[in-house]
């Protein structure tokens, strides 16, 4: 079936002074980092592979670098009819999203999302969805899957610009395969609403798979390595 750029252009989110003085501040939940301080996964489409990423995860202290660098090309007879590349580079601090920048090229397209923490919220600049401020709850997150954490924030996405604010339902836990031909005990959850994918997370929260449909029979994966 043949893959065009319109089927991925869907793909391809105060009290007062006193009263917070005598509350102690909120620590933030672990981050769920691997120990490997990486993550690598495999792009499939209708299960050809067709891509990789990758994510880095470098911590000094209380602070948190992650980049993340994804590439995959769709070919019809061997004919590349589809590029896509993308560098995210967030940054976080004690269990707190402060920023992200990526850069996306989605076949030939240059796109990019600045967002960066103000006030109650993110200050974002975006080439697809313009520049505006999003402040109040949920609070808002990167939609880089990694921290499963995103399931219950306003998600922005890193190529558009655009936020959204998910619908989550978790069918269970199930055998979730590996890019290596093996298996993994993952829970799934299946997101709709603006967004429309299913995620997996195992019994640490480290993300294990990901899986969507463009058009028709057309489906993505990935699964962790």
């Known amino acids: 079936m043949q893959l065009t750029r319109k089927m991925l252009e869907r793909r391809g989110f105060l009290s007062g002074a006193t009263a917070l003085a005598a509350v102690p501040a909120a620590k933030a939940a672990p981050l769920p980092v691997p120990s490997s301080n990486q993550m690598h996964f495999k792009i499939l489409r209708n299960g050809s592979h067709i891509g990789e990423e990758l994510m880095k995860f470098t911590q000094d202290g209380d602070n948190l670098r992650v980049d993340i660098h994804a590439d995959m090309v769709v070919r019809i007879a061997g004919i590349p009819i589809f590029h896509y590349g993308a560098s995210v580079v967030e940054r976080w601090k004690a269990g707190k999203f402060l920023r ?54 306003m998600i922005l996405n890193v190529e ?31 997101v709709t609403g603006k967004l429309h994918l299913t995620v997996w997370y195992d019994q640490y929260d480290q993300w294990s798979g990901l899986e969507f449909h463009v058009s028709g029979n057309e489906m993505f994966q990935k699964y962790v390595t």
């Not at 919220?121 to 402040?135: F, H, L």
């Not at 936020?163 to 339902?169: F, G, R, S």
Request: charged share 15%.
């Open 100 to 153: 992200v920048d990526s850069k996306v090229n989605h076949n030939g397209t240059r796109l990019s999302v600045l967002a960066n923490q103000i006030p109650g919220g993110y200050a974002v600049e975006s080439t697809k969805a313009g520049d505006y401020q999003y402040t109040g709850n949920p609070p808002m997150l990167p939609l880089t899957y990694w921290n499963k954490a995103i399931l219950k924030s």
């Open 160 to 190: 558009t610009g655009h936020h959204y604010k998910a619908v989550v339902n978790s069918p269970g836990w199930n055998k979730l395969p590996t890019a290596e031909g093996g298996t993994i005990l993952a829970q799934r959850f299946d």
